[in-house]
């Protein structure tokens, strides 16, 4: 199998801050990765998809790239609403994995 | 809008059986793959499970690989999960959602727990 690693597992910033996480790739995936973020007690919510489209509605202060093994998720200006935990899940070859996730929290 | 609700969770004992179902609605199910992810508690995402928009083609996590059997009736417009010989290991929130085009859970549930323990 794929293993996915994020890091860092815990990030704290402020809102305005530029922040950038990573995820790792076991083996390439090409560009067949996505980014979910999620809430506590709610179901994760796409952000981005093949390393670095958009979701639907999503804000364009975020952003991905990468390709291979090795991608970043950009948060250009933080927002209150961004604090919460986010994965990358590589979606290139059965079984898909999801990296450990990070946690967003605020400084 | 596109809505999937899943139910069946609840408290089962080790080595027993549970079927989850997610019944879904505002697109039109048999033209999507749809998946199974779960999440033990205070911990990450894993997912568990893809059947095919046919389907004719399944592929399960490795934790689960020979023990869940995943299913769908397009008629009911509703997916399963069969989950057989159950462990602790296995209690978690399970999601269903939706696949999109290429390959990613586009749509969520709202996530149903199941828990394992005697």
């Known amino acids: 199998d794929i293993q996915m690693t994020q890091s860092p597992s815990t990030l704290s910033a402020s809102v305005g801050d530029r922040v950038t996480i990573t995820c790792r790739a076991s083996?390439?995936?090409?560009?067949?990765l996505a980014w979910y973020q999620q809430k506590p007690g709610k179901a994760p919510n796409l952000l981005i998809y093949k390393a670095s489209i958009l979701g639907t509605g999503v804000p364009s202060r975020f952003s991905g790239s990468g390709s291979g093994t090795e991608f970043t998720l950009t948060i250009s200006s933080l927002q209150p609403d961004d604090f919460a935990t986010y994965y990358c899940q590589q979606y290139h070859i059965y079984p898909y994995t999801f990296g450990q996730g990070t946690n967003l929290e605020i400084k | 809008q596109v809505q999937l609700v899943e139910s069946g969770g609840g408290v089962v004992q080790p080595g027993r059986s549970l079927r989850l179902s997610c019944a879904v609605s505002g697109f039109t199910f048999s033209s999507y793959a749809v998946h199974w992810v779960r999440q033990a508690p205070g911990k990450g995402l894993e997912w568990v499970a893809i059947i095919s928009s046919d389907g004719s083609k399944k592929y399960y996590a490795d934790s689960v690989n020979g023990r869940f059997i995943i299913s769908r009736d397009d008629s009911k417009n509703t997916l399963y999960l069969q989950m057989n010989s159950l462990a602790t290991e296995d209690t978690a929130v399970y999601y269903c959602a939706r696949g999109s085009g290429s390959g990613t859970q586009e749509y969520w549930g709202q996530g149903t727990l199941v828990t394992v323990s005697s």
């Open positions: 083996q390439s995936i090409s560009s067949w």
